[in-house]
């Protein structure tokens, strides 16, 4: 019975990497000439890091069982803000702050109403999906943004900063703080308590955790990380955009549950996050370089969702 | 002779290196009740899954009424006529009696609730003489008693031959056990074999015409339940002689009052609390299931909201506090429920341990130290496991309540409310618990224990009260208590 629990963890953990590699290899053999260049690393790094920054925020509420769908609003709104104080202040780095922040404050609101209103989460923040859409749109004029964002401009550049550096400087953000996330998830006691939760809460208060405060950080945290991934957005197209990152947070969803998250919670990694990422953002780069037409794409990464989290549910129901 | 209803032979599984049943054989006449014996892990469980049709049997052979009977499915054996009923109810709590009842068979035709079977489920009520119970009535409204027979009807209403029922009583109140049996001999009168399986041995001895004792996988015992003693069979079940499953408690506690209570009342349940614990006590508390009991243990620690009322631990008084705070104060609590709410199932048995004392130092944790530590509560309890990091889900009944006393004890906590902490815990275990708990008192520790099995009651405690109608009985030493005075007490008579 433990080797076969052994077995099942192993096939848990290593699933999501197993996708990665069979990905990657599929489009290397397919298209070694254009897929396997510096150049499109690059662009492929790039691209996964603003989907893979808001799932490192996403991977802690799902763990702790709860959703977040308000996150590609919080987007919006943080590329915005950051972008009009860009444009009151001059300020690249107050412009971070107030762009990151707006991002928090949402999720301090959803944490708040969802333990104070005691309204699933899921209502909670698809009515935050609209008031920050909404808000975006109101402080943007309905337009967009086109103030030049300074030294922002230049984290999602391509290019490395130094050629030892192999790619930009917002993929080397990207993978610092999933290090120090997932730090905290594995080696601090809110990490402790976010499994706790998302595995048993009734277990958690029982043990004196104070739940409904764990659930603000969490909220807050991914709001933080929201509004980060909203700078960068403003940073990758240069206008804040109030329309931008439509269904975004599906995406983020998806990361998080291919790398192995559950929605019931208790489960989930942030390395598998990342990878999941990883894995949409290939999909679509490798989908565009052998010229299949986009809607191919939303349907591959339809299946892969469903069969990720189907293949995690056959493992786990198998016999022990 | 006649041939029996069911008959298994030589079963033998074995899970990996883990040799689960050994060569047992069964057998069940039509009309006739077989208890079946043993601790937890001693492969109750996996014989009446293999007869359930979940798991296959690794050799032996099986026979329902004279033809092989190789079920491949839990649905395969329901058809053949085996029923099992489990220790947590599986019903559908938003649905009606009958729908539940109807739920999953065959004849439903396109999805719609025909009369004929309302009228099907009045009948297989009225078998059973329970026609007080309404078939378009929502389960939820139903207390545990009912619930159990709406099970047993929805078995009948499947053509059960066979029933399993494991641990039926064991969230039934002392009134309600006694609806149970009733109904154990109407399905016996009705020629349904049953297999019963219980860790209450006199209850066994009850309702039992024969008895089947398993131990590690083996069968080590059986014959007539009425030529058995409770004795013979603990001994068969350990496989040692337990000459007194209860410690000796000689010491009676002369220690301050740690914690008082006085006019307590919950939201719903009890209604009034009134009671002192010292310094080194065991106080019981006794009752039927349903009188607020194990309400009055969830206001005390917090679990449940307060009405009014007062409680001083030490030298603070507060009007109830929160989990959080109780813990802060010492006071710790055991759950009667260690899968829904006293576990967190799916992780391992360290973080189990870390959650209301993490081994953290400024937010962060030491999982070196916490490994440490667990090892330490797994050596010193005798927890059956693989180590620290093994998932709490997998492990047995017994340890999984081991592990949550050893949350406790981690947490260093002064004052123990226990909720039925022998559920579901095999005699070895028990034993075990109850040393341990006069251990803990004789350092000076105080637990408060709400039970349902009596003889543990005045096995163990100094001062046993009862709790009736919300409303607690005052203290008396346990030497002048015995179980019919209890149950007098519990049910309204005269004491």
Same mark, same amino acid.
Request: with cysteine; net charge neutral.
């Given at each position: 019975m433990t080797a076969n629990l052994r077995k099942r963890e192993l096939w848990t953990a290593l699933g999501p990497y197993?996708? !990665?590699?069979? /990905?990657?290899?599929?489009?290397?053999?397919?298209?070694? #000439?254009?897929?396997?260049?510096?150049?499109?690393?690059?662009?492929?790094?790039?691209?996964?890091?603003? +989907?893979?920054?808001g799932a490192m925020g996403m991977t802690f509420i799902v763990i702790s069982g709860g959703i977040d769908l308000s996150v590609g609003s919080q987007i919006a709104l943080g590329s915005v803000v950051a972008a009009l104080t860009m444009k009151t202040t001059g300020n690249a780095a107050i412009a971070i702050a107030a762009g990151v922040g707006v991002g928090g404050l949402c999720g301090v609101l959803n944490g708040i109403l969802i333990t104070s209103l005691g309204v699933v989460p899921f209502i909670v923040t698809l009515g935050m999906l609209?008031?920050?859409?909404?808000?975006?749109?109101?402080?943007?004029? #309905?337009?967009?943004?086109?103030?030049?964002?300074?030294?922002? #401009?230049?984290?999602?550049?391509?290019?490395?900063?130094?050629?030892w550096m192999l790619v930009g400087p917002g993929v080397w953000l990207m993978f610092i703080l999933a290090i120090g996330a997932a730090v905290v998830l594995?080696?601090?006691?809110?990490?402790?308590?976010?499994?706790? =939760?998302?595995?048993?809460?009734?277990?958690?208060?029982?043990?004196?955790?104070? /739940?409904?405060?764990?659930?603000? +950080?969490?909220?807050?945290?991914?709001? !933080?990380?929201?509004?980060?991934?909203?700078?960068?957005?403003?940073?990758r197209l240069n206008v804040g955009d109030p329309t931008t990152a439509v269904g975004l947070e599906l995406d983020i969803i998806a990361a998080v549950v291919i790398g192995g998250g559950s929605l019931s919670g208790g489960a989930g990694s942030l390395s598998g996050s990342l990878v999941g990422a990883f894995i949409m953002a290939i999909l679509a780069n490798g989908c565009t370089l052998i010229e299949l037409p986009n809607y191919v794409q939303e349907i591959l990464i339809g299946v892969i969702i469903v069969a990720a989290v189907a293949l995690d549910r056959f493992r786990g129901r198998s016999p022990g | 002779m006649v041939e029996p209803l069911l008959c298994m032979t030589g079963i033998d599984k074995a899970f990996g290196s883990t040799h689960a049943l050994i060569d047992v054989d069964l057998e069940v006449h039509a009309g006739e009740v077989l208890g079946l014996l043993g601790e937890n892990g001693a492969g109750k469980s996996t014989l009446v899954k293999i007869l359930a049709g979940v798991h296959g049997p690794d050799s032996g052979e099986m026979r329902l009424d004279g033809l092989p009977y190789r079920p491949n499915s839990p649905n395969d054996a329901r058809r053949s006529g085996i029923a099992v009923i489990h220790q947590e109810p599986s019903l559908a709590p938003h649905l009606t009696v009958a729908e539940n =009842?109807?739920?999953?068979?065959?004849?439903?035709?396109?999805?719609?609730?025909?009369?004929?079977?309302? $009228?099907? +489920?009045?009948?297989?009520?009225?078998?059973?003489?329970?026609?007080? =119970?309404?078939?378009?009535?929502?389960?939820?409204?139903?207390?545990?008693?009912?619930?159990?027979?709406?099970?047993?009807?929805?078995?009948?209403?499947?053509?059960?031959?066979?029933?399993?029922?494991?641990?039926?009583?064991?969230?039934?109140?002392?009134?309600?056990?006694?609806?149970?049996? $009733?109904?154990?001999?109407? *399905?016996?009168? $009705?020629n349904v074999g049953i297999i019963y399986i219980s860790h209450f041995l006199e209850e066994v001895q009850q309702v039992a015409d024969r008895y089947l004792v398993l131990r590690d996988g083996a069968a080590v015992g059986h014959g007539d339940a009425k030529d058995a003693t409770i004795e013979d069979w603990i001994e068969q079940m350990s496989g040692r002689r337990i000459e007194d499953v209860y410690p000796d408690r000689s010491r009676e506690p002369v220690g301050d009052v740690v914690l008082s209570v006085r006019e307590l009342a919950g939201a719903h349940l009890p209604h009034r609390v009134e009671f002192d614990l010292r310094r080194g006590e065991i106080f019981g508390i006794a009752g039927l299931c349903g009188s607020g009991r194990t309400e009055f243990l969830r206001c005390l620690f917090g679990l449940d909201p307060v009405r009014r009322g007062e409680v001083k631990i030490g030298v603070t008084t507060d009007n109830g506090a929160a989990p959080r705070r109780r813990l802060q104060q010492g006071v710790g609590m055991l759950v009667e429920d260690r899968q829904v709410e006293g576990l967190a199932l799916d992780r391992? *048995?360290? #973080?189990?341990?870390?959650?209301?004392?993490?081994?953290?130092?400024?937010?962060? *944790?030491?999982?070196?130290?916490?490994?440490?530590?667990?090892?330490?509560?797994?050596?010193?309890?005798?927890?059956?496991?693989?180590?620290?990091?093994?998932?709490?889900?997998?492990?047995?009944?017994?340890?999984?309540?081991?592990v949550a006393i050893a949350r406790l004890l981690h947490h260093d906590v002064d004052i123990l409310c226990l909720d039925e902490p022998t559920r579901g815990v095999d005699v070895g275990s028990k034993a075990e618990i109850y040393r341990l708990m006069v251990d803990l008192v004789s350092q000076g520790k105080s637990i408060l224990i709400v039970s349902s099995y009596l003889p543990e009651l005045l096995g163990v405690c100094h001062r046993i009260a009862v709790m009736r109608r919300g409303e607690l009985s005052s203290a008396r030493p346990t030497a002048e208590w015995d179980e019919q005075s209890l149950l007098a007490s519990a049910v309204g008579g005269a004491s």
């Amino acid at each position: 019975m433990t080797a076969n629990l052994r077995k099942r963890e192993l096939w848990t953990a290593l699933g999501p990497y197993l996708g !990665l590699i069979l /990905v990657f290899a599929f489009f290397a053999v397919r298209v070694p #000439e254009y897929f396997l260049t510096e150049r499109n690393f690059q662009d492929v790094a790039t691209q996964t890091v603003i +989907v893979a920054i808001g799932a490192m925020g996403m991977t802690f509420i799902v763990i702790s069982g709860g959703i977040d769908l308000s996150v590609g609003s919080q987007i919006a709104l943080g590329s915005v803000v950051a972008a009009l104080t860009m444009k009151t202040t001059g300020n690249a780095a107050i412009a971070i702050a107030a762009g990151v922040g707006v991002g928090g404050l949402c999720g301090v609101l959803n944490g708040i109403l969802i333990t104070s209103l005691g309204v699933v989460p899921f209502i909670v923040t698809l009515g935050m999906l609209g008031v920050a859409r909404g808000t975006a749109k109101f402080l943007a004029d #309905e337009q967009r943004l086109n103030v030049d964002p300074g030294f922002i #401009e230049s984290i999602m550049a391509k290019q490395p900063v130094f050629d030892w550096m192999l790619v930009g400087p917002g993929v080397w953000l990207m993978f610092i703080l999933a290090i120090g996330a997932a730090v905290v998830l594995r080696y601090s006691v809110l990490g402790l308590h976010t499994y706790a =939760i998302g595995s048993n809460e009734a277990t958690a208060r029982l043990c004196g955790v104070r /739940v409904k405060r764990t659930k603000i +950080v969490l909220y807050s945290l991914c709001g !933080l990380f929201a509004g980060l991934a909203g700078v960068l957005q403003y940073s990758r197209l240069n206008v804040g955009d109030p329309t931008t990152a439509v269904g975004l947070e599906l995406d983020i969803i998806a990361a998080v549950v291919i790398g192995g998250g559950s929605l019931s919670g208790g489960a989930g990694s942030l390395s598998g996050s990342l990878v999941g990422a990883f894995i949409m953002a290939i999909l679509a780069n490798g989908c565009t370089l052998i010229e299949l037409p986009n809607y191919v794409q939303e349907i591959l990464i339809g299946v892969i969702i469903v069969a990720a989290v189907a293949l995690d549910r056959f493992r786990g129901r198998s016999p022990g | 002779m006649v041939e029996p209803l069911l008959c298994m032979t030589g079963i033998d599984k074995a899970f990996g290196s883990t040799h689960a049943l050994i060569d047992v054989d069964l057998e069940v006449h039509a009309g006739e009740v077989l208890g079946l014996l043993g601790e937890n892990g001693a492969g109750k469980s996996t014989l009446v899954k293999i007869l359930a049709g979940v798991h296959g049997p690794d050799s032996g052979e099986m026979r329902l009424d004279g033809l092989p009977y190789r079920p491949n499915s839990p649905n395969d054996a329901r058809r053949s006529g085996i029923a099992v009923i489990h220790q947590e109810p599986s019903l559908a709590p938003h649905l009606t009696v009958a729908e539940n =009842i109807v739920l999953g068979r065959e004849d439903l035709r396109a999805g719609f609730f025909l009369r004929d079977q309302r $009228e099907m +489920v009045r009948a297989c009520l009225r078998r059973l003489h329970r026609q007080d =119970i309404d078939p378009d009535q929502r389960v939820s409204g139903l207390g545990a008693a009912a619930r159990q027979i709406v099970e047993v009807v929805r078995a009948l209403a499947f053509d059960a031959r066979v029933l399993v029922m494991d641990e039926p009583t064991s969230a039934l109140g002392k009134q309600d056990v006694v609806q149970l049996f $009733e109904l154990v001999r109407r *399905l016996r009168a $009705e020629n349904v074999g049953i297999i019963y399986i219980s860790h209450f041995l006199e209850e066994v001895q009850q309702v039992a015409d024969r008895y089947l004792v398993l131990r590690d996988g083996a069968a080590v015992g059986h014959g007539d339940a009425k030529d058995a003693t409770i004795e013979d069979w603990i001994e068969q079940m350990s496989g040692r002689r337990i000459e007194d499953v209860y410690p000796d408690r000689s010491r009676e506690p002369v220690g301050d009052v740690v914690l008082s209570v006085r006019e307590l009342a919950g939201a719903h349940l009890p209604h009034r609390v009134e009671f002192d614990l010292r310094r080194g006590e065991i106080f019981g508390i006794a009752g039927l299931c349903g009188s607020g009991r194990t309400e009055f243990l969830r206001c005390l620690f917090g679990l449940d909201p307060v009405r009014r009322g007062e409680v001083k631990i030490g030298v603070t008084t507060d009007n109830g506090a929160a989990p959080r705070r109780r813990l802060q104060q010492g006071v710790g609590m055991l759950v009667e429920d260690r899968q829904v709410e006293g576990l967190a199932l799916d992780r391992t *048995l360290v #973080e189990n341990l870390s959650l209301s004392r993490p081994m953290a130092r400024f937010g962060w *944790l030491s999982w070196r130290a916490a490994n440490t530590e667990a090892q330490g509560w797994i050596d010193r309890l005798g927890i059956r496991t693989t180590g620290p990091r093994q998932v709490v889900g997998d492990l047995s009944g017994g340890n999984q309540q081991k592990v949550a006393i050893a949350r406790l004890l981690h947490h260093d906590v002064d004052i123990l409310c226990l909720d039925e902490p022998t559920r579901g815990v095999d005699v070895g275990s028990k034993a075990e618990i109850y040393r341990l708990m006069v251990d803990l008192v004789s350092q000076g520790k105080s637990i408060l224990i709400v039970s349902s099995y009596l003889p543990e009651l005045l096995g163990v405690c100094h001062r046993i009260a009862v709790m009736r109608r919300g409303e607690l009985s005052s203290a008396r030493p346990t030497a002048e208590w015995d179980e019919q005075s209890l149950l007098a007490s519990a049910v309204g008579g005269a004491s």
